[in-house]
């Protein structure tokens, strides 16, 4: 299975490669936004309060990873689904698609977090704990937004749906990265953060376990 996963995953790059402009909208999307923001809270005049740095932060991240991985499923056709139905199992199907927007998520989070430091500055005391919670934040939303994906893709590409399914379950994810990155930015001790951490890590298996018990029922439909 590993060997379906590695190709599966280098077929994703490879039309990402020759399709730059989803990548490509998606970086200008990040670079906007955080520059819209700057202009629109006059951050010019004066530093940014942290709460505010973080929350817009991650307020950013959040649709610029929705932007990115929703279009997992959505883009593929019936007949392409089809041939990905013989040729491998579905269980190597969602695991591809959850590593792959896992590693796309977390190259965007980067990006946001250096723009947002040239832009309001860094704020950041404890920049370990800040960047694992990045990347548990990001594997969460892939998980999550991966999953809801495919089962949108069967409702006749209901982007309405997508929202609703995920709603629910970004927002634990969310509120955790948020509080996790404000101790960080505070510099707190940080065993104080390892419940909150380890809570990330079980909300990220629960949804990554999940996806891989229920997709092959819905990839048989």
Same mark, same amino acid.
């Given at each position: 299975?590993?060997?379906?996963?590695?190709?599966?995953?280098?077929?994703?790059?490879?039309?990402?490669?020759?399709?730059?402009?989803?990548?490509?909208?998606?970086?200008?999307?990040?670079?906007?936004?955080?520059?819209?923001? =700057?202009?629109?809270?006059?951050?010019?005049?004066?530093?940014?309060?942290?709460?505010?740095? *973080?929350?817009?932060?991650?307020?950013?991240?959040? +649709?610029?990873?929705?932007?990115? &991985?929703?279009? #997992?499923?959505?883009?593929?056709?019936?007949?392409?689904?089809? =041939?990905?139905?013989?040729?491998?199992?579905?269980?190597?199907?969602?695991? #591809?698609?959850?590593?792959?927007? #896992?590693?796309?998520?977390?190259?965007?989070?980067?990006?946001? =977090?250096? &723009? +947002?430091?040239?832009?309001?500055? *860094?704020?950041?005391?404890?920049?370990?704990?800040?960047?694992? %919670? $990045?990347?548990?934040?990001?594997?969460? +939303?892939?998980?999550?937004?991966?999953?809801?994906?495919?089962?949108?893709?069967?409702?006749? %590409?209901?982007?309405?749906?997508?929202?609703?399914? #995920? +709603?629910?379950?970004?927002?634990?994810? $969310?509120?955790?990265?948020?509080? &996790?990155?404000?101790?960080?930015?505070?510099?707190?001790?940080?065993?104080? *953060?390892?419940?909150?951490?380890?809570?990330?890590?079980?909300?990220?298996?629960?949804?990554?376990?999940?996806?891989?018990?229920?997709?092959?029922?819905?990839?048989?439909?």
């Amino acid at each position: 299975m590993w060997k379906e996963i590695a190709v599966l995953i280098k077929k994703e790059a490879v039309l990402e490669w020759r399709q730059k402009y989803a990548i490509n909208g998606i970086l200008l999307y990040v670079v906007s936004a955080v520059f819209i923001t =700057y202009l629109s809270m006059g951050a010019g005049q004066g530093t940014l309060a942290v709460p505010t740095w *973080n929350a817009l932060y991650w307020i950013i991240i959040l +649709f610029s990873s929705v932007n990115a &991985v929703a279009k #997992s499923f959505i883009q593929e056709h019936q007949g392409r689904q089809l =041939y990905y139905y013989m040729i491998a199992s579905p269980e190597a199907i969602i695991l #591809s698609k959850i590593i792959y927007n #896992s590693l796309l998520t977390l190259v965007l989070a980067t990006l946001g =977090y250096l &723009v +947002f430091s040239v832009v309001f500055g *860094n704020p950041v005391i404890d920049q370990g704990i800040f960047l694992l %919670n $990045l990347f548990l934040g990001a594997l969460g +939303f892939s998980a999550c937004l991966t999953m809801v994906s495919a089962i949108a893709s069967k409702a006749n %590409n209901n982007a309405t749906l997508m929202a609703i399914l #995920s +709603f629910p379950v970004l927002i634990p994810i $969310l509120l955790m990265a948020i509080e &996790v990155s404000k101790n960080a930015i505070d510099g707190i001790d940080r065993g104080l *953060n390892m419940e909150k951490m380890l809570t990330l890590v079980a909300i990220n298996a629960i949804i990554a376990a999940t996806s891989y018990i229920l997709f092959p029922y819905l990839w048989r439909s």
